[in-house]
C-alpha cells in the first residue's frame, strides 16, 4: 500500500505506542474502499469512522475514554489479562475503538450488588470525562461462576450517570 507524504505526516502525529494499530486500520479502510493509495483524507477518514461510532466529537480532539467493570468475586482468581488484552489489541467487544481510545480505568463492582459501581463512574465521569463502560465477560457468563445476578442493576446505575453501557470484554 502506498502512502503519500502528507498522509504519511497525518500517521505520523498519533502516539508511537498505537501508530502500528493505527496504520493497519488505516491500509485496511483503503482495502474495503478499494484504493492504492493512502491519503491524508483517508487518513482523516478512519479516524471520523472510529471516533463516531463512540461519539467522538466532531473537532477530533476528545479522545474516547474507557473504563472497565468486573466481579469483584472473579478477580479473586483472574488477574484481568483476558480484558486488557482485548482492549490492547482492539479485539471483540473493543474493535470498534480507534487507536487513540484510552483505558482510565479498570475496577471491580465491590461485591455483590454492585456497591462501588455508581460512585466510581460518577468519579470517573467528572474527572476523567468518562465516555463507556464494558461490563467484563465474567460477569455476563456461566463459567467456574455463575453469571452476575446484579447485572441489571450495575448497567442502570452506569446509564444514569449518562455514561455508555457495553456488555463485555473478551468473550
Ligand atoms: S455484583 Fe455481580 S459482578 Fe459484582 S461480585 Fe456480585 S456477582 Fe460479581
Redesign the pocket.
Known sequence: MEWTQEAQAELEKVPKFVRNMAKSAVEKLAKEKGVSTVTPELVGETRDKYFNLLNKDKEGKKTTKVAIVR????SEVCPGVGCLRAFNNRKLHFEEYGPDAELIGFFT?G????RRVSRLVEKLKENYDLDVVHLSSC?LMDGDYPK???KNH?KQAIEMKNVKVVEGTHH
Do not use: K, L, Q, R
Request: glycine residues 14%; charged residues 0%; neutral net charge.
Open positions: 466481579c469483584n468475586t472473579v463492582c461485591g455483590c450488588s454492585g460477569m452476575c445476578p446484579f450495575i
